[in-house]
Structure formats: structure tokens, C-alpha cells
């Protein structure tokens, strides 16, 4: 079956610092979204990537979806304490009728102040 | 952007009662909902996903008598864990989606803990 792995599994960064999430599918997708999950709280939906080599940008995050539309990107510039969650990203199969949302293994980010 | 709330958000019970989730779209229909667990540090994995007005789909490995979704409408899915035991115990959630769009709403997740 489809998998999506992400890595690394933990980050630990230094407040102010760059964050870099990577997602990677055994299978090409129609789509990749994004989520952050804080501590203690459900997924909250950030972005859904749909083209080909499409860069998407929200304040200091900023999501790629690569040319094969098997893998893609989260970076976050400037880290801030706010920004302390696990991120995952989530694809849908390039299948006709396939609703299904495959979820990467996550990245855990926490902050040194 | 879309609400979906999700009941009660947390149980504890003893092991052998049932447990009911309950996941509402509050202001938008949802065609299609999710069922997914969520271990402790893991990524959420799909138990189900339900129609309102026909069965649910289970992904492979999952119980459907273990399980039981009901989505009698288009703004309410539950799911019922029957039977409780220890190793059931997990973070339940659900998720809505509204016609084509490829967006899901999640719920705040149910905890929970059978003793």
C-alpha cells in the first residue's frame, strides 16, 4: 500500500532558526496538504499543494510540492516558540475516486527559547 | 473555516462497556466523513470512512463489528468502540469533508482510556 514518510521525526532548533520538514511518497499524488498538530490538539489543515513544482508561501512558511508529485517540502524561516508542534503532511492517490488521505509519519518540532 | 465538533473529548471506562464517539459538521454538510486513530508520538492511521446513507468503508485490519459507524446524516457520523478492552485505548478522531472538495475538517479528537 501507499507510504508516506517524512523526516526527520524530531527537530530540535534554537528559537530564530530554520525549521525543514521532509515528505516523501511510495506513490505518485494528485494533491499534498499540510497540517500542524500542536501538543495535546487534532490536525489543523495549513495548505493543499495541487501543480507540479508548486511553491506556496504563508508568512514565514513556505510548502513545495516536487515535479514528480511524489515528495514535498515545508521550511519555516525564523522559528518562533509558537511554531512547537508536530507537522505532518498528507497526500491523496493519483487514483480516480481514491478520497483517501494518507498521512505522513510526522515531524516533531519543538523550540529552544 | 468549516467547524467539526467531536464528543464527548475524553473517557475513561471499564473494560467490556461500549463507547460512543460522536462527530458533528456544525456549518457545512459533510457528503464524507473519516474515523482515524492516533497512538501516542505516531501519525494517525484511517479506520473508516462513511457516507451518510450507506455503509463504511473499513481500511484492512480494522473490525467493523469491532467498530461500528453509523452516518445517519449529513452532519453526524459516530463511531462506537463495542466491547472495550485496555488495548483499545487510543486518541479517536474524526474528520469531515464538504462534496469535492479535498479539504477535511477535523474534530478535536476523543482520548480515550479503558481501564
Known amino acids: 500500500g501507499q507510504q508516506v514518510m517524512q523526516i526527520p521525526q524530531y527537530q530540535h532548533v534554537q528559537e530564530g532558526e530554520d525549521f525543514t520538514t521532509y515528505c516523501n511518497s511510495s506513490?505518485?499524488?494528485?494533491?499534498i496538504q499540510w497540517y500542524k498538530q500542536r501538543p495535546g490538539g487534532h490536525p489543523v489543515f495549513l495548505i493543499q499543494l495541487v501543480k507540479s513544482g508548486e511553491v506556496k508561501k504563508q508568512k514565514r512558511l513556505t510548502f513545495q510540492f516536487g515535479e514528480a508529485k511524489k515528495n514535498s517540502s515545508l521550511h519555516i524561516t525564523a522559528t518562533q516558540t509558537t511554531d512547537v508542534g508536530t507537522y505532518f503532511c498528507?497526500?491523496?492517490?493519483?487514483?480516480?475516486?481514491?478520497?483517501?488521505?494518507?498521512f505522513g509519519t510526522g515531524t516533531r518540532l519543538t523550540i529552544i527559547p | 473555516g468549516a467547524v467539526v465538533s467531536q464528543h464527548p473529548s475524553r473517557v475513561i471506562c471499564k473494560s467490556g462497556t461500549s463507547v460512543k464517539i460522536e462527530c458533528r459538521s456544525l456549518d457545512f454538510q459533510a457528503t464524507t466523513m473519516f474515523w482515524y486513530r492516533q497512538f501516542p508520538k505516531k501519525s494517525l492511521m484511517l479506520m473508516a470512512t462513511?457516507?451518510?446513507?450507506?455503509?463504511?468503508?473499513?481500511e484492512q485490519g480494522v473490525e467493523k463489528d469491532k467498530f461500528l459507524i453509523n452516518h445517519a446524516s449529513l452532519t453526524l457520523s459516530t463511531l462506537t468502540v463495542t466491547s472495550a478492552h485496555p488495548e483499545d485505548s487510543s486518541f479517536y478522531i474524526c474528520s469531515a469533508r464538504s462534496g469535492p472538495v479535498n479539504i477535511q475538517y477535523f474534530g478535536a479528537g476523543t482520548r480515550l482510556s479503558v481501564l
Open positions: 462513511s457516507n451518510e446513507g450507506s455503509k463504511a468503508t473499513y
Open positions: 506513490t505518485t499524488l494528485s494533491n
Open positions: 498528507a497526500g491523496h492517490q493519483r487514483a480516480v475516486g481514491n478520497e483517501k488521505l494518507t
